[in-house]
């Protein structure tokens, strides 16, 4: 995972492999695996080498490639580790047409009163809308 901000007593990561995602899916009873896995598999075969590279070195910028092609999978843990909230967000965490956010707690249930400081500061340090109505897809009556 990498370190992408602070929120209060909590901190928000990057899941950056698909064992954390698994992972990830597992503690918080949700697909989040199933769309990185997606986002990931689509990512890797839009990959285009540089031209006149030597056979040996044709996925040196792979990884990098991938990171900025898929969306940003996020997770807010607390303290000791424990998962609060996963996000998808678009790739680089940058606004992007056409894009929907997702912004979800355990079980796929509403993150929003618990941790929606959290969620705002995740919104504030990337710059990017990150509201309830927006984000969040179960919107329950």
């Given at each position: ?16 492999t ?15 695996e ?10 890797q ?12 070195e ?5 990884k990098?490639?991938i ?25 680089g965490?940058?606004?992007q ?13 509403d ?8 969620i705002?500061?995740?919104?504030k ?8 109505e ?8």
């Amino acid at each position: 995972m990498q370190y992408v901000c602070d929120a209060s007593r909590d901190t928000w990561f990057r899941l950056e492999t698909l064992a954390e995602a698994q992972a990830e899916s597992r503690l918080m009873d949700h697909a989040v695996e199933r769309y990185f896995r997606e986002a990931f598999e689509r990512a890797q075969k839009s990959y285009v080498p540089p031209a006149g590279g030597r056979f040996i070195e044709q996925n040196i910028g792979l990884k990098d490639f991938i990171q900025r092609s898929m969306p940003m999978f996020v997770t807010l843990r607390s303290n000791d580790g424990t998962p609060l909230v996963t996000g998808m967000l678009p790739p680089g965490g940058k606004p992007q047409p056409g894009f929907r956010s997702i912004i979800v707690g355990r079980a796929n249930g509403d993150p929003y009163r618990e941790h929606g400081s959290a969620i705002a500061a995740l919104a504030k340090h990337l710059s990017l809308p990150l509201d309830r109505e927006r984000c969040f897809p179960y919107q329950r009556g």
